[in-house]
């Protein structure tokens, strides 16, 4: 399966406790930390809900 390797480029300030959330579920506890994690649909609906908050990086 493929993988994506998720950093957190800006800050969760302001954001809703539901954005927070995914974030958290996602791995990523502070700025500029990154994670990979694989390629599921779980992830991605959690990553199209932090998309303005993060880059994201398809690793084969």
Do not use: F, Y
């Amino acid at each position: 399966m493929a993988k994506l390797r998720i950093t957190q480029i800006i800050s969760s300030n302001g954001e809703t406790a539901r954005q927070k959330a995914n974030l958290r579920c996602l791995g990523i506890r502070r700025m500029h930390q990154t994670v990979e994690v694989e390629k599921t649909p779980i992830t991605e609906g959690q990553l199209a809900k932090v998309a303005h908050l993060c880059k994201v990086e398809v690793i084969d």
